[in-house]
């Protein structure tokens, strides 16, 4: 898992880089202009000097300024200069993060604990709460329009958080600028999780392995079993006219999560 995802940030690295023949590490960059405010706006530099700091970086840090403005830039400011692109790239870092963290702290669990674990440590709701943490928001420059949007306010956070984390990565090209900050947040959200497991998303972990393999998403079949509050619901999960596994649940999504639990265990890890 964390090949795959290793070859998948040297691919994007790759792509993101001018080769450079004379140097290891040549400096990495957007085929896109710089962000919409200019850099040369010391305003501007004083806000992402502050964010570093809170990140626990010192100010003489090798980060690209330009690709960090850009992360911090919503697409509702311009369409063509934007963090989408750096958000693409901090989706693979924050997955082999939370991977290499859960191997590193919980080196006796099963992979499908892992799975399950890192399915909720990289949701965009645990991502806007690390935004939250650091006030991203405060710097993320977003229209007015929709900046009053708070419904879309989780995914926008979550998804320049990501936009971030990709920004601080082409800066070295490595995870030294991301690690040392984000290891504590996962850990801790790591074990909040594993104080209860109702909480361990069993069926994102099922998705990811059934879209990779086939193609394809599993299908829940849920019925009532009895109108106790206790084990009300049983919840058959199947694919390709299979039944992966089965589980009950007081309702239909913990009686889907179960079964899950039991499909992704006994099938993908069996």
């Known amino acids: 898992m964390s090949d795959s995802l290793l070859y998948q940030l040297s691919v994007i690295s790759y792509q993101f880089t001018e080769k450079a023949p004379h140097?290891?590490?040549?400096?990495?960059?957007l085929p896109i202009s710089p962000a919409p405010m200019s850099l040369s706006d010391p305003r501007r530099q004083k806000q992402l000097k502050t964010l570093v700091e809170k990140l626990g970086l010192s100010a003489d840090v090798p980060v690209r300024w330009?690709?960090?403005d850009l992360a911090l830039t919503h697409p509702s400011v311009s369409r063509d200069k934007n963090y989408e692109q750096l958000e693409f790239v901090g989706d693979s870092v924050v997955r082999l993060v939370a991977a290499e963290v859960?191997?590193?702290?919980?080196?006796?669990?099963?992979?499908g604990e892992f799975a399950a674990l890192r399915s909720m440590m990289v949701s965009d709701r645990t991502l806007a709460e690390f935004a939250d943490r650091y006030g991203f928001e405060r710097y993320l420059l977003v229209s007015s329009s929709t900046s009053i949007d708070r419904a879309g306010r989780i995914s926008r956070l979550a998804d320049a958080f990501e936009a971030v984390l990709g920004a601080l990565y082409l800066s070295t090209q490595t995870m030294i600028l991301v690690r040392s900050w984000l290891d504590e947040p996962l850990r801790e959200k790591a074990a909040e999780i594993r104080r209860d497991p109702a909480r361990q998303n069993y069926k994102d972990a099922l998705q990811e392995w059934t879209q990779a393999k086939y193609k394809k998403l599993p299908q829940y079949l849920v019925k009532e079993i009895n109108g106790l509050d206790q084990e009300r619901f049983c919840a058959e999960v199947w694919l390709n006219e299979q039944k992966l596994g089965m589980g009950t649940g007081r309702s239909k999504k913990a009686a889907e999560q179960a079964a899950a639990k039991s499909a992704f265990l006994e099938v993908v890890k069996g």
Do not use: C, M, N
Request: charged letters at 15%; aromatic letters at 4%.
């Open 66 to 68: 330009d690709l960090l």
């Open 23 to 29: 140097t290891p590490h040549p400096a990495p960059h």
């Open 102 to 111: 859960l191997l590193e702290t919980y080196p006796e669990a099963l992979v």
